[in-house]
């Protein structure tokens, strides 16, 4: 699972529509797209001010809050470019409950980088 597919999942059990999720305040609704296509990472205060307000929206309890953004912090790192810092989150991710999620295949792929190609033909 990737860091994008878990926000997907994310916004798609709070029954909120792309557009509407990045209205929240914390990341527009482009920057909120960018995030669910792998295309841009959260920063650490965006995750915590994510979590908050799905806990102050009753979509989260406050007492999954901590893992919920130990989850995601996870696997920001486990995306990251740096192999220091996967390692650690790999080995982290086993010590998490949901840790063989985390560390299974992803579904999508790889994030494509870079702007699409155009087709030639009409």
């Known amino acids: 699972m990737t860091l994008g597919e878990k926000l997907k999942s994310i916004r798609r059990e709070s029954g909120l529509s792309q557009e509407a999720f990045g209205a929240q305040g914390f990341v527009s609704a482009p920057g909120w797209i960018k995030l669910e296509n792998g295309q841009r990472s959260p ?3 965006l995750i915590d001010e994510l ?3 799905l ?3 009753k979509h989260v309890r406050s007492n999954a ?3 919920l953004k130990e ?3 996870t696997l920001k790192y486990l995306g990251g470019t740096s192999s220091f810092l996967r390692g ?3 080995t982290h991710a086993k010590t998490l409950p949901t840790g063989d999620a985390l560390l299974a295949p992803s579904t999508s792929g790889p994030p494509k980088r ?3 190609k155009l087709s ?3």
């Open 88 to 90: 650690l989150a790999q």
């Open 65 to 67: 809050a901590k893992g």
């Open 120 to 122: 030639t033909t009409r």
């Open 51 to 53: 979590v908050a307000w």
């Open 55 to 57: 806990v102050q929206d």
């Open 114 to 116: 870079g702007r699409p």
């Open 43 to 45: 920063s650490e205060k």
């Open 71 to 73: 989850e995601l912090l």
